[in-house]
């Protein structure tokens, strides 16, 4: 089993950047799909972007339409680590974000679907203010 642990929330003004980071320990990741999901209390989780594994570069790489040209997933396998550089942020992006890995999935495919994923961490808030 991996162990995820997401960082980088915080409060943050309409307009403004932040960079999240999910570092994995357990196991190394670099042969996981990985994807970062977003829930609002009393609403359902959702897709915000995910990216696929690979053993050469490019990944590949899904946005949820709502943060496209916005947000930007990247992983460091070196690090074991995934990130979620999130620009120009609206007070809707405002949520928990949680970020998860998928460990049966083939090469180059971004998986969107939050119920293949295996492992998730304990998420961390994002709140941006009018």
């Known amino acids: 089993q991996v162990q995820l642990v997401e960082s980088g929330g915080g409060l943050v003004q309409a307009g403004g950047s932040l960079s999240l980071s999910c570092a994995a320990s357990?196991?190394?990741?670099?042969?996981?799909?990985m994807g970062w999901f977003r829930q609002v209390p009393g609403k359902e989780r959702e897709f915000v972007a995910a990216?696929?594994?690979?053993?050469?570069?490019?990944?590949?790489?899904k946005y949820a339409d709502s943060v496209k040209g916005r947000f930007t997933i990247s992983r460091d396998n070196d690090k074991n680590t995934m990130y979620l550089q999130m620009n120009s942020l609206k007070p809707e992006d405002t949520a928990v974000y949680y970020c998860?890995?998928?460990?049966?999935?083939?090469?180059?495919?971004?998986?969107?679907?939050?119920?293949?994923?295996?492992?998730w961490g304990q998420g961390t808030q994002v709140t941006v203010s009018s």
């Open positions: 990216i696929s594994w690979s053993r050469s570069r490019p990944y590949y790489a």
């Open positions: 357990g196991r190394t990741v670099s042969g996981y799909a």
């Open positions: 998860a890995a998928d460990r049966a999935v083939v090469a180059g495919i971004a998986v969107t679907d939050q119920n293949e994923y295996d492992d």
